[in-house]
T-cell receptor
Framework: ETGVTQTPRHLVMGMTNKKSLKCEQHLGHNAMYWYKQSAKKPLELMFVYNFKEQTENNSVPSRFSPECPNSSHLFLHLHTLQPEDSALYLC???????????FGPGTRLTVL | EDQVTQSPEALRLQEGESSSLNCSYTVSGLRGLFWYRQDPGKGPEFLFTLYSAGEEKEKERLKATLTKKESFLHITAPKPEDSATYLCAVQAWNSGNTPLVFGKGTRLSVIA
């Protein structure tokens, strides 16, 4: 395994629900990322944290709210999502923000 | 704007039939080019990083090469277990954050 874990692996939620995705890395890396992967599209970078500080917010709607309490953990809080937000959400980490990234297994999110 | 185009979109090979996947890129100064393998329902698995034109890297049946405009992933005598989507990404030189820009991937199927 890559040393990056994500929970839950699958999530089904209604448009009015609030849920959170969790990512943990055991690699001692300083940078963590959230990506969205939809069918037939390239991976879309959502957020970047470097040394716990958010350094990139790629025009992501406010219904997605990231949190990085320490350099090993990253959360993505979800509220009032839309059906088009259904996708595979991937977490990744890297030694710093200029190295190859190592990905977790992803959370398959379905918004009804 | 940095861009990555991968071709073909899908490739079907017989076991043992060697071929190459292409990744064409435009970037304002290449810091690194990355190849990943992604199996269905899983996160991308890091394969290679290439930094400069002329560089080559190998891993089992895979060899990645780099020119100033494109990279190739050569697959020699593939086996069914090589079936996956192969993703290419580039990272540009920048004084600040330098996120990876991904292509849409090539879906490889190797038939026994």
């Amino acid at each position: 395994e890559t040393g990056v874990t994500q929970t839950p692996r699958h999530l089904v939620m209604g448009m009015t629900n609030k849920k959170s995705l969790k990512c943990e890395q055991h690699l001692g890396h300083n940078a963590m990322y959230w990506y969205k992967q939809s069918a037939k599209k390239p991976l879309e970078l959502m957020f970047v944290y470097n040394f716990k500080e958010q350094t990139e917010n790629n025009s992501v709607p406010s219904r997605f709210s990231p949190e990085c309490p320490n350099s090993s953990h990253l959360f993505l809080h979800l509220h009032t999502l839309q059906p088009e937000d259904s996708a595979l959400y991937l977490c990744a980490s890297s030694p710093d923000n200029n190295n190859e990234q190592f990905f977790g297994p992803g959370t398959r999110l379905t918004v009804l | 704007e940095d861009q990555v185009t991968q071709s073909p979109e899908a490739l079907r090979l017989q076991e043992g039939e060697s071929s190459s996947l292409n990744c064409s890129y435009t970037v304002s100064g290449l810091r690194g080019l990355f190849w990943y393998r992604q199996d269905p329902g899983k996160g991308p698995e890091f394969l290679f990083t290439l930094y400069s034109a002329g560089e080559e890297k190998e891993k089992e049946r895979l060899k990645a090469t780099l020119t100033k405009k494109e990279s190739f992933l050569h697959i020699t005598a593939p086996k069914p277990e090589d079936s996956a989507t192969y993703l290419c990404a580039v990272q540009a030189w920048n004084s600040g954050n330098t996120p990876l820009v991904f292509g849409k991937g090539t879906r490889l199927s190797v038939i026994a």
